[in-house]
């Protein structure tokens, strides 16, 4: 996580202060609990909220602490109780440091989640009214990079679309798989701990109770939310390479918005470079390389140790923001690209008639010829306009052989571009309906 | 992929003749539908059908026929033709071959899932036999590989039975990802074949319609897949790890079942290794690393390239052999898995007594010292029995401070280990209930 | 590994047989060293060469065995003795199974590497052939995808070439790494054998004695030298790349070739597509994948656990035959391009002049302007050719500005290809020289 | 990247400060050679040597002037004209942005991994002393967790010594690939820019020249620079998690230094974890994680994307920063570990006698039994041991077909530990001789 790549919203989950604030609301509603079932005194819980609430926890005193005591939840206890004074003595009863931190990674996480899940909407959005703009643009489609048949810009569109709302789908269930909140004790078995106070905790902050814990809440969940992210991010690098592409000199049918005062080139003042998509190319790999340690964070030894902790202080903040961060540059990118449907005309017909080949293979076949010499025949007209710039159709009408087969209306009817883009409307339906 | 660590029944579901098997019967419910809607003649599909099924497909000959065309499909029709006869015309009318290719990765992907369902089907009756049968069989619980406070090995099955349930419902989701079928033509605009003839294909083979393919199907749906699957493998490394752990020399608190005639070591006749789950790690190791690649795949260029292919023609059979591989022995160490009660009692009280240390330390704390107080009152006690081999019970009674806060019978009542256990219903209710 | 990426010599430095006979030398050489110290009878030593030297080991007997003792290495000695007799109680004296695994492993893993440095040094003679061929083929720059300036396709090839001698250079550092052989016993000590056995047996080899051992050969090498091929993979995915897209439809600068037969796409004659890079780009995600689990078997506990050994059943194959096949593959590629200069051309041309903008930059500032005025007045002549398709010369002699620093014949001079590649000779000089 | 694993030297490679610092001596020492070959006035070089040395970069206005003209080097340059009056014109003539990003990035690398090296000179000589400390303290060696053969933990310090001797010499070797620089001009051609400068830059900042670069500085190389420090990491995570084994609580052989003061856990006082290895464990899943972008990198479009950029910018400093730290730590663990060779000999004779079965194998062999007779003696009574707690000497001598064969004196002698250790001082001279 870098400054440059980070958006304020999200950064702010995973201040200190948050955590913080986190901590103590999981100890007060913990206190709560414990003096509904008469643990401690109802006096004490509410003190403690009171004093919580007002203070304003010093990052660096904790921290002061924390280096003698080498160990974080201690130092935080220590320091609020230096607010709550002798009631303090009934916070974290029968609790441990797990507890707080791992339920406190929950709540980060799933916060962290419902930007996220904003981030996607407005991108769907985005990528909606962009595809019905263009849901006629006719545009070639390309296989192995080569011109295949015609698609219209839209579908291109919508396709991402699709993409992104089962990628949203996705992160439900992720976000689902972290919502949990575990206040189970040293060894997850409630020696020291009611289980009511668990499901009072979890239900006050929106999360379910771990049905079974260790020390610690099990790390397959993170696992999958991580590896769910990683999958997000390689969709994001799917659209990006795909606008990237398409904004190629040679292909030039869309541009990233160039705001005035940008300078593509120190060098080369005519570049316009498709600097935001190849930023979240490169974005994409980042997030998509810390699924790995998550997955290997899951084998943790026996009731917990703790070498996953180094990696979640890194890629909870790490993939989070940067999630984030690409998702609102995408929106961004697809919300202002710039279109160019005159150029994907020209491109379209760069080689003449050649993109309606199949449909002549087709004719061919249903007039009786066989698969083989259809293809024949159509592919020795192709490469004569592929090779040398011939136009397809007339090389067609000039092919004995063919006009055996078909006549010349018949061969002038499959070069009807409405041919290819009459399922648009069902494909859209399909996606948007 | 490697024999050593594949099953048949996997194995099966990535020969070549499942492959051209599920292959034809995709171009036949094609020609089923073309039929339908008037494309072919009702009796060439039929016919396709008669032939198709009659026919042995020879796989070297379809190699052959690739090498010359160096193109799968094509040389499958070709061979198709040779049984077919003059109907063969009417066959992938209008269809591309990831039409073919791509709904057959989809349908062995979910055959391989239903495998796999089996399979942990098996592993969680497994977990829940042993665990029921151990639900009160003290044990020490560890944090960190230090002794914390007691469980129970029940426990840690029950909590490795809500881990494989997690992981089945996120293959379920991931089977749930692959189900779907595209037969949309070259560029995914259904130009030359009518929707209803995916429509029909899909429900034919139990799948749903892709809403919007390229020419291919969109590979964000296996990056999930694969990536699934590599979480779970995480999931088999941790229990392999716990396994290991248990069965070292000095904690033998379970051995992996050892057979009459096994050799432990050419050199060391003595030895009796826990080699399943070492081996178990190993593959684990290769099932998450599929899921980069996987990954990578998702950003094809434009309308499809091939680079995913030969990714895919790797991990498809890898993946899924191994994790199947991984279940059937994982399931086989835990219904095999000698459980030494006896060995878990005495290591527990390998420090005599201090596993109760915070028992104490909370009844310090309710007796009314500070948290810090009653802290550096039992570590103090505690570090006697770590260091010097006392015993926790007979420091704590002469130790004046904390009898000023304590009666003996006070200290004494700490000491019960139904203490630790009481709860363990609940646990299973959660899990199991 | 699968057939259709596999190529024979590399196969069958991985078959049974190999193994077999590999582990048959390593146990006799260990006995002639034992021989030579007295250990065992000289005359058993040779006996037991000529025995196994005439026979054929029988790879399904030793499954049987194995079967039975669940131990490789066992099972062959067992196999071995009985074409050995009774001095097969001499063999595998003090050695553990991993002293021959081990050396074995590396043994094999030094004939892949010999096998990929062949085939390295078959692709950099393409290399340089192809670049000395187009040496002064003048093509466009490109950076972002979008036009730079000039370059020489000979320069790119260069480039690659560069590239690859330092693969190889790692790759022969990489051979080193696991150039090593270990006969230290149960645990690395040489308790049971003595150390001159290890130096007579790596000598006879051809590897280096493994300084310290456990009971077996650390895997840090193993991981650097899987790390390594992953390295190699990835430049053969860049290469590949290039290629792909100088093959795109509108760029079309060059192709693979196209043998005569061959079909681009069962539905679209027309279609050639680049089908070979975009295989290797997909090989190289998989061998780039092998990196991770090589890098998790380096942490084996203690002085060994077995959770290594599947990885390498699994990644020894894979990746070597894999990495071979991809630089073969990529080998024939290069050998036959198709480039077309003339297209080349063509696109350089493009945008008329544009690629000349920097010259006139720098022209300006040598002039007395400040590089903040001079990139203004590049920027927006430049930019009328860009968005009008306008001529760069005729828009620079247009403006007033311009011509009050530069004289026309100033301007004509910066427009010359010639000085793009005067200094091609000295890349060459230093990639080839 | 986080301060709670950071250490100040590395983290100042890495700042905005330096890193504008050495973008100046580039650009500075190129006017430099600009100047000597007569292109700028020797007179414009000096005063840009003095006016940049004298000034000092304002991090927010470089930030600020980068937001117009997103583009960060543009930025610099102005804010460098600021400081340098009018003769700012003559910097950068000719050469492109990244000729300054990449042979900057190089030199952070550099610079960094003299960090490094120095890291490791510390670590290994806390390792050598520590072994040669304990080059006799006999404990028991373990394969799988099990008991194998005595060593001493000396030689397992030797092998940690060996392995990241192995790992210095590939950090050198990886420093050495990054060591270049590059000024090209805008794709590479040095068609604006003599090659001289590039050669003069280099030697002045001590790097070489790049033989051939785009308009980046390959990618290959930074992808071998990351996958080294993966191997690194991978080491210390083998070593970390030694430890850790070592720790345990039915083990408890070392134990990490345990601060005054420092609290191993909130809620059990009497714990002492080893989380310091833990925290090196998780930190070796990050670092190892970076391989995989890095090498993802490699595979720029055309002549450079800028995809790598966002890549570099965040695991340059997380890779390096997180590494540094990591090999501080555990140079102080190493340093500081509390090892207990008397609880070594305890565990070592847990089950008497067993850990000489081997050499009663090997009697039994040279007395003229067949290795097959041998291992089914020694197994047997090797598992009363095993299982009954009998005592392995005791039981072979009353054994009577092993009494057959061995005389008492001859079983006795079988029980020495010293021919165990008798080749340490062998192998100490191996690795440190």
Same mark, same amino acid.
């Given at each position: 996580m870098i400054p440059r790549y980070s958006r304020p919203e999200m950064v702010s989950v995973w201040s200190q202060e948050t955590k913080f604030r986190i901590w103590f609301e999981i100890e007060a509603h913990a206190c709560d609990a414990l003096a509904e079932i008469g643990v401690i005194p109802v006096e004490s819980a509410k003190k403690i909220w009171e004093a919580g609430n007002a203070a304003t926890f010093d990052v660096d005193r904790i921290d002061e602490i924390e280096r003698e005591t080498k160990h974080d939840v201690i130092a935080f206890l220590t320091h609020l109780a230096e607010f709550v004074g002798p009631d303090s003595r009934f916070i974290h009863q029968g609790m441990t440091s797990s507890d707080v931190l791992d339920t406190c990674f929950n709540i980060q996480l799933k916060r962290a989640s419902d930007i996220l899940l904003a981030d996607m909407d407005a991108l769907l959005a985005a990528l909606k009214r962009r595809a019905f703009e263009h849901r006629d643009t006719v545009t070639i489609g390309r296989s192995h990079g080569i011109h295949a048949e015609?698609?219209?810009?839209?579908?291109?569109?919508?396709?991402?679309? !699709?993409?992104?709302?089962?990628? %949203?789908?996705? $992160?439900?269930?992720?976000?689902?798989e972290i919502s949990t909140a575990a206040i189970s004790g040293a060894v997850g078995t409630f020696a020291n701990i009611d289980p009511?106070? /668990?499901?009072?905790?979890?239900?006050? *902050?929106?999360?379910?109770?771990?049905?079974?814990?260790? @020390?610690? +809440?099990?790390?397959?969940?993170?696992?999958?939310?991580?590896?769910? $992210?990683?999958? +997000? !991010?390689?969709? =994001?690098? %799917? *659209? !990006?390479?795909? =606008?990237?592409?398409? @904004?190629?000199? /040679?292909? $030039?049918?869309? /541009? /990233?918005?160039?705001?005035?005062g940008q300078k593509g080139s120190s060098a080369m003042p005519h570049k316009r470079n498709p600097v935001l998509t190849e930023n979240l190319t490169g974005l994409a790999r980042m997030v998509r390389s810390y699924a790995m340690p998550a997955m290997e964070n899951v084998a943790l030894w026996h009731e917990r140790d703790i070498s996953?902790?180094?990696v979640e202080r890194m890629i909870g903040p790490d993939a989070t923001i940067t999630l984030d961060f690409a998702l609102a540059r995408l929106t961004n990118v =697809?919300?202002?690209? $710039?279109?160019?449907?005159?150029?994907?005309?020209?491109?379209?017909?760069?080689?003449?008639? *050649?993109?309606?080949? @199949?449909?002549v293979l087709l004719a061919l076949t249903q007039a009786g010829l066989s698969r083989e010499d259809s293809y024949r025949l159509v592919q020795r007209n192709a490469m004569k306009v592929w090779e040398h710039g011939a136009d397809f159709m007339t090389e067609l009408l000039a092919d004995k052989e063919v006009m055996a087969a078909l006549s010349e209306s018949d061969i002038r009817e499959k070069f009807d571009i409405g041919y290819h883009t009459k399922h648009v409307g069902t494909i859209f339906d399909r996606v948007f309906g």
């Open positions: 015609p698609t219209t810009f839209g579908v291109k569109l919508a396709l991402a679309y !699709a993409e992104f709302e089962r990628c %949203r789908t996705r $992160l439900v269930a992720a976000r689902e009511r106070v /668990e499901e009072h905790v979890a239900k006050a *902050l929106g999360l379910k109770p771990e049905p079974v814990s260790t @020390q610690v +809440i099990p790390r397959d969940r993170h696992a999958m939310y991580f590896a769910t $992210l990683g999958v +997000i !991010a390689s969709s =994001i690098e %799917r *659209l !990006a390479t795909e =606008i990237r592409h398409l @904004q190629r000199t /040679e292909v $030039l049918e869309v /541009e /990233e918005y160039f705001s005035p996953h902790s180094s =697809i919300d202002k690209l $710039l279109v160019y449907p005159e150029r994907m005309d020209r491109n379209l017909n760069q080689f003449r008639g *050649l993109v309606h080949s @199949q449909r």
